[in-house]
């Protein structure tokens, strides 16, 4: 059972380049997430899908956008990238409300 | 809107020492409290959990009790060993809320 998979673990752009980050859960799960983490600022929410067809924005949406393409896969987009996204992105998906969630291995992405 | 306050870090202690992590928090009604810890390289996984006060989660020898009069969900372990050493975040989530709010987190290093 793989859980939620990430692609890829690593990546390097340079400013104003685009890129998407590939996320998948193989649990059934109706919930996905993708939160940035930042040296001193824990995990911060970008953008969060409750359910297959639904999109909202957390904390730090500005510079991202998603999709969610079914329920196994959510994606993360950045347009322009900018030295400020330079983080590590983990995606994260919830079966129940109640029950905890389950993260990815994290993408690590610097932009220069 | 809902925080969590976690001890900053880092905290390096001594193999079989007492470990507290304190994390108090702010949420309105009734919170699900979470403590997830994280090994270098992996993303996060969850420690143990409580969903309603005077609730003691507890896993791997640690415990944490919800304390809804001081908002607290502290975390201990009485005898700490080498392989606890990661970064370790409080987390709330809010009644019928699909959002996770994450603390800072709490790097712990612990020294034969």
């Known amino acids: 059972n793989a859980g939620v998979t990430q692609t890829p673990k690593f990546q390097v752009l340079k400013t104003g380049q685009s890129m998407t980050l590939q996320c998948a859960q193989d649990?059934?799960?109706?919930?996905m997430y993708w939160y940035r983490q930042d040296p001193g600022m824990g995990l911060r929410l970008i953008y969060y899908?409750?359910?297959?067809?639904?999109?909202d924005k957390g904390e730090v949406p500005n510079g991202y956008n998603v999709s969610r393409l079914n329920k196994r896969e959510f994606s993360l987009r950045l347009e322009s990238a900018a030295p400020s996204q330079t983080s590590v992105y983990f995606c994260?998906?919830?079966?129940?409300?109640?029950?905890?969630?389950?993260f990815g291995n994290g993408t690590r992405l610097t932009v220069t | 809107g809902d925080s969590v306050t976690q001890m900053e870090g880092p905290v390096t202690l001594s193999e079989e020492a007492f470990l507290t992590i304190n994390c108090t928090y702010t949420?309105?009604?009734?919170?699900?409290l979470f403590w997830y810890v994280q090994y270098p390289g992996e993303g996060l996984q969850l420690l143990l959990k409580?969903?309603?006060?005077?609730d003691k989660g507890s896993n791997k020898g640690f415990e944490a009790t919800y304390r809804k009069e001081t908002t607290s969900f502290h975390l201990e372990k009485g005898s700490v060993q080498v392989s606890d050493s990661a970064v370790y975040f409080c987390?709330?989530?809010?009644?019928?809320?699909?959002?996770?709010?994450f603390g800072k987190g709490t790097k712990l290093s612990v020294i034969p």
């Open positions: 994260a998906s919830l079966g129940q409300v109640n029950s905890p969630l389950h």
């Open positions: 649990m059934n799960h109706n919930s």
């Open positions: 899908s409750a359910s297959e067809g639904t999109t």
């Open positions: 949420a309105t009604g009734y919170p699900s």
């Open positions: 409580a969903t309603k006060a005077d």
């Open positions: 987390a709330l989530r809010g009644a019928g809320s699909y959002q996770l709010t």
